[in-house]
């Protein structure tokens, strides 16, 4: 049984995540799979591990003694993984290829731990999340990091972080939007093939919203290029100029002050981020401890 970690990691996701269906979308397999590893740890040990409730899951006593002791193997493991590395003393470049607010707002702040980790240079393409799933399969790259949900077959795909979009401005406005609000608003707008734009007009169409009936300024490809023209926009302005984004995108100017942001009334536009790589690396050492550091993160 412990020879066989895999099932432990799943029961540990499981925990974690307090659910069969959002483990499952972490580790990158099917909701069946998870109940199966979980009922094979059951008949192992010939005991019910977890309880599985509407209010999400519960340990039994047997569960919560198991816990402890997946727990001190993973953390093992994972100090392992590194000794295993240099074992293998493989000298190359990491390729990770990300999407744009991945690559340009996220990723950034964990090159010099993945570099690190692997004892190998990391280097990093920013693209569509289209073209970075291209690159995956003509094997240009390591690993994706994607937006948009670009589902492939013989790619594995991972939740990773869920993400926000929100509308913002360089002036204060109100916290939650109506549909009038919104009408009073001079907008910058992404180009219509991004999967943001795509994503928000969902949205707007749900509450009666056109985006052809905004006022609207430009359009932009870039995230970069979308938030320096609302910060350099007219403060003074009686019609504030707005556009939408992710808050990873804008997280420094809220923070700081000089942006500020808004939600739909009654509304929240999520998405999630994915983590992708081919099914024939899944064992791959250096792609397994990338993936791993990479869902050890608290981003938010």
């Known amino acids: 049984m412990l020879k066989d970690f895999a099932k432990l990691q799943t029961f540990l996701m499981v925990i974690k995540e307090r659910s069969f269906s959002k483990a499952s979308a972490k580790l990158g397999i099917s909701q069946p799979a998870v ?6 740890i059951e008949d192992y040990l010939d005991t019910k591990i977890v309880d599985r409730k ?3 899951i519960l340990l039994t006593k047997e569960g919560e003694d198991l816990y402890r002791i997946a727990s001190r193997l993973e953390k093992a493991i994972a100090g392992s993984e590194k000794e295993l590395l240099k074992i293998i003393n493989k000298d ?22 993945i570099k690190k980790r692997i004892d190998n240079n990391v280097y990093m393409n920013v693209a569509l999340s289209i073209d970075i799933i291209d690159q995956l399969q003509d094997k240009k790259i390591d ?6 949900p670009v589902f492939r077959d013989g790619i594995v795909y991972r939740e990773w972080v869920l993400d926000e979009l929100v509308v913002f401005s360089n002036q204060p406005i109100k916290k939650h939007l109506t549909v009038e609000d919104m009408m009073a608003f001079d907008w910058i707008c992404r180009d219509e093939h991004s999967h943001t734009r795509k994503l928000t007009s969902e949205v707007f169409e749900e509450i009666g919203v056109q985006c052809n009936n905004f006022s609207v300024l430009g359009v932009l490809g870039s995230p970069t290029a979308i938030k320096e023209s609302i910060l350099h926009a007219d403060k003074n ?7 939408v984004m ?15 942001e808004a939600r739909l009334k009654n509304y929240k536009i999520e998405r999630n981020f994915y983590i992708a790589y081919l099914k024939e690396r899944k064992h791959d050492a250096f792609v397994d401890n990338v993936v791993n550091y990479l869902l050890s993160l608290n981003i938010s």
Not at 93 to 113: Q, R
Not at 237 to 243: A, G, K, N, Q
Not at 246 to 260: C, M, P
């Open 237 to 243: 302005s009686e019609r504030p100029v707005v556009s």
């Open 143 to 148: 690993v994706a990091l994607i937006e948009s």
């Open 92 to 113: 190359f470049t990491f390729v990770m290829g990300s999407s744009n607010a991945i690559g340009n707002y996220i990723l950034p702040n964990y090159l010099c731990d």
């Open 246 to 260: 992710s808050r990873h995108v804008i997280a420094q100017e809220l923070k700081d002050g000089r942006l500020f």
């Open 54 to 56: 509407k209010n999400g």
């Open 35 to 40: 109940t199966q590893q979980i009922k094979f």
